[in-house]
């Protein structure tokens, strides 16, 4: 069990960068793969970018392939997203969900633990 809060969102103009923090609360946070999820209005909650519990593992959403970067350091319990050339289509809450395993997944309903999620709009 552990408890993740995200922070970084905000406003960002189109072509802008931004980088979002998922920092979790609890022990073990090393042993749980780590995914960013968004959600826009009238859209489904969809797969942003996944991270393995040491980090070697990155998997990335098409929509944000090339231009996002996931990372961590299990030292201080968080996880980033980086995403750069921001554009309006990327306008959506983010969450971080996470799940003890040594598995990394993109879908939704595999991840246990979830933020309560940060707004991020991108203005054009």
């Known amino acids: 069990q552990v408890q993740l809060v995200e922070s970084g969102g905000g406003l960002v103009q189109a072509g802008g960068s931004l980088r979002l923090s998922c920092a979790a609360s609890?022990?073990?946070?090393?042993?749980?793969?780590v995914g960013w999820f968004r959600q826009a209005p009238g859209k489904e909650r969809e797969f942003v970018a996944g991270?393995?519990?040491?980090?070697?593992?990155?998997i990335y959403a098409d929509s944000v392939k090339g231009r996002s970067a996931i990372f961590r350091d299990n030292a201080k319990n968080t996880v980033y997203l980086e995403m750069n050339s921001m554009k309006s289509e990327d306008t959506a809450v983010y969450y971080c969900?996470?799940?003890?395993?040594?598995?990394?997944?993109?879908?939704?309903?595999?991840?246990?633990?979830w933020g309560r999620g940060t707004q991020v709009t991108v203005s054009s």
């Open positions: 991270i393995s519990t040491s980090g070697t593992q990155k």
């Open positions: 969900a996470a799940r003890q395993n040594l598995l990394l997944m993109r879908s939704t309903s595999y991840y246990d633990q």
């Open positions: 609890g022990l073990s946070f090393s042993t749980y793969v």
